[in-house]
């Protein structure tokens, strides 16, 4: 199951007198990641080395360390800690003692993952969203169980005839929400999945 983080994180240790520090965040899109990173690299830095997974897009950048030493190993560190939606940035400051390639892609890859495993995470929980339709008459009633089934109401709709929801709901609840919709509303009410979304 993919994890992502509750919030920002930050892990730091000296390896051979240089200084690295990881940060890690959640990001729900790769613009998110982007605006991390710009946010919290620092300038007077030597390297600001950065790795980011929104679902399947990804990116990494070494920031002028051996190609593959450092952007690299903090998305492995990412996907080994089955991170999703998560941005990682490991600053570091030289301290004068070169590291060598594999040096290097321990020193990212460690800070990342320690960074990660100390933060605090939440599952991810894959969500559809339903359309549902249904009379005055039946909308207390039907709302009383969204708390039941995790349902949000992503948008909400009157009209002469009643109320229309987007509800985003924990994708193993849908069907068995979408039975219970018929039965409450004695099937005068319609429930089905966006298939837009």
Request: glycine share 10%; charged share 20%; proline share 5%.
């Amino acid at each position: 199951m993919p994890y992502t983080l509750e919030g920002l994180h930050t892990h730091e240790e000296e390896i051979k007198k240089s200084r690295f520090l990881a940060m890690a965040g959640p990001a729900a899109s790769a613009d998110e990641a982007l605006a991390f990173i710009a946010t919290h690299s620092v300038a007077s830095a030597t390297h600001n080395c950065w790795a980011y997974r929104v679902a399947d897009a990804y990116r990494f950048n070494d920031d002028g360390e051996p190609g593959g030493t450092a952007g690299r190993p903090i998305l492995q560190a990412i996907d080994g800690q089955q991170c999703d939606q998560a941005v990682v940035l490991v600053i570091r400051w030289f301290g004068g003692i070169k590291l060598g390639s594999g040096g290097l892609v321990r020193a990212y890859g460690g800070a990342a993952a320690q960074c990660l495993r100390l933060a605090s995470k939440t599952p991810i929980v894959p969500r559809t969203v339903l359309i549902c339709r249904c009379p005055f008459a039946d909308m207390a009633l039907v709302q009383s169980k969204f708390p039941a089934f995790d349902a949000a109401i992503a948008g909400e709709a009157f009209d002469a005839e009643g109320v229309s929801w987007r509800l985003a709901l924990p994708s193993e609840q849908a069907a068995a929400f979408m039975a219970l919709f018929v039965d409450l509303t004695r099937g005068r009410g319609d429930a089905r999945i966006d298939e837009d979304r």
